[in-house]
């Protein structure tokens, strides 16, 4: 089938490319037009392990393509799937402006049998909302049915997620555009629910929730086995042992960060508001995520003490979490920011990014960033600090001490290099 992609981000791009590698022939627009460029030169705008050569060789088939011209693929195709971003408006509602934008230009296009699915994180109602704005626009129902068919894929495993998912949640009033959504994805393996709009929609946010609660849950247990002297990771992995639980999401460490958990949080946290209903455990999911930084500053002060230099951090890690580019709500980050408000030198290095940050000085590796180093955090669990070379970084450093934000490194192996070891939950 031909489809229209409105948004190339990282959904709109993972899914353009595994749409077309299953067989369809995919037309993915982006108002940004030096981000179209790029893709139309072969250059991924964004970094996602795998994304680069299944584009090069569905481009190369002749079955993916990239354009600014959102309108003429939306008068074309049958098929269109809209992927803008949904971010946190001021108040804590999704965003809906690029939605808006979309359906506005939606309105003028349509003329022949379209199926809107609705890829993008929305608050419940949206598909229901679209249906409405359209036909006040004038457009004849007739002519279009709108499919909540929201995405699962987690940053740096976007291709192995979007390919072997867990499942693919349809929600469709009308059964029959449902079984077309579910025809798009027959070459993949896996299970479909087919369900109403509504749930669809909810079914997004619920797991989001569901999914930080874990790692709230898991940071807050860390925090007594800080207090008792017990090991996280043993905890977490009997928890997990519980197939009822699952061992999954249950790492704990700096909190979560990233576009969609804070954001998808605040918006459910939103709806329910909008219906006079308090949500008290997604209230203290929050409040948790948000303290965790702090945690490990007080370890960090602790393991520096009274000092009357200004002590020099080394912070391995700015992205939210490994394999991504990704820096939206990185936790990372919120820690930088909160070492250098309490007056610290910071020298930070990642693999992928060196995002503007006052008074954070960038380094060109690992090593460079722990010269000098009183203390090092590893606050983003990238494999190359897993596997670093640490005889070397005990050298350079003036402190051999590592505070492990991700509880990622094995601690036997660096307290052999001499290292002491600071984690969360880590006696
Ligand atoms: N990033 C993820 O891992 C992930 C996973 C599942 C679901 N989601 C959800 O998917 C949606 C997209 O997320 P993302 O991270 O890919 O977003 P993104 O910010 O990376 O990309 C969105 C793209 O949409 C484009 N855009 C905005 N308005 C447009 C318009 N009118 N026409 C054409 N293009 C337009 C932007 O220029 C941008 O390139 C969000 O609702 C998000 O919550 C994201
Ligand atoms: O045990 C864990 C697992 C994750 N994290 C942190 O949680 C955040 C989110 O991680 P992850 O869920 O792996 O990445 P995302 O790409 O944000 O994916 C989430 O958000 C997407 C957007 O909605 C959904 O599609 C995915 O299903 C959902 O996992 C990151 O900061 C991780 O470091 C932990 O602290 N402990």
């Known amino acids: 089938m031909d489809i229209c992609i409105i948004g190339a981000g990282y959904v709109g791009l993972t899914t353009a490319a595994v749409l077309a590698d299953i067989g369809h022939t995919v037309y993915c627009t982006d108002v940004d037009e030096e981000k179209i460029k790029k893709l139309q030169q072969g250059i991924i705008p964004i970094y996602e392990p795998g994304l680069t050569e299944m584009i090069a060789k569905n481009q190369e088939k002749g079955k993916l393509f990239f354009d600014t011209d959102s309108k003429r693929y939306m008068a074309d195709c049958p098929c269109i799937m809209i ?29 022949t049998p379209k199926i809107i699915i609705l890829k993008s994180t929305v608050p419940p109602g949206t598909a229901d909302w679209i249906e409405a704005d359209l ?59 087919i369900t109403d709009r509504l749930e669809a929609e909810l079914i997004k ?28 990771m043993e905890v977490s992995r009997g928890i997990g042992m519980d197939r009822r639980i699952g ?108 995002p503007k940050l006052s008074s954070v000085v960038w380094c060109s590796n690992p090593y460079e960033a722990v010269e000098q180093a009183d203390l090092l955090v590893v606050a983003t669990a990238w494999s190359a600090f897993l596997e670093a070379d640490w005889d070397r970084v005990k050298a350079l450093m003036k402190r051999p001490v590592i505070v492990d934000g991700r509880n990622c490194l094995n601690r036997k192996t660096v307290e052999m290099y001499g290292f002491e070891y600071v984690g969360v939950g880590r006696p």
């Not at 971010?87 to 939606?106: H, R, T």
């Not at 499942?167 to 579910?182: D, F, M, N, P, T």
């Not at 370890?299 to 580019?325: C, M, Q, Y």
């Open 83 to 111: 992927a803008v971003g949904t971010p946190s408006a001021k108040n804590g509602s999704a965003d809906m402006v690029y939605v808006k934008g979309v359906i506005d230009a939606l309105s003028q296009t349509i003329r």
């Open 135 to 193: 036909q006040r626009q004038g457009v004849d129902k007739r002519l279009f049915e709108i499919v909540s068919n929201p995405e699962f894929l987690r940053e740096g495993t976007a291709i192995e997620d979007t390919v072997h998912p867990d499942r693919i949640v349809i929600g469709a009033k009308q059964s029959e555009a449902a079984l077309k959504v579910q025809e798009l994805y027959q070459n993949l393996q896996t299970q479909f629910l």
């Open 205 to 232: 946010y619920a797991s989001n929730a569901f999914l930080a609660t874990k790692i709230s849950f898991i940071n807050e247990i860390a925090r007594i086995c800080d207090a008792y002297h017990a090991d996280i």
């Open 247 to 354: 061992p999954r999401f249950l790492q704990a460490g700096l909190g979560y960060g990233g576009s969609c958990f804070p954001k998808d949080v605040n918006a459910l946290n939103y709806v329910a508001a909008a219906k006079d209903i308090q949500l008290d455990l997604v209230q203290a999911v929050k409040k948790i995520n948000r303290s965790q930084v702090d945690i490990y500053l007080n370890k960090i002060t602790h393991s520096l003490g009274k000092r009357s230099d200004k002590p020099r951090i080394a912070v391995w890690g700015a992205t939210f979490k490994e394999n991504t580019d990704d820096i939206r709500y990185s936790q990372a980050i919120v820690l930088m920011k909160k070492l250098i408000r309490k007056g610290y030198q910071v020298y930070a290095y990642d693999p992928l990014v060196s």
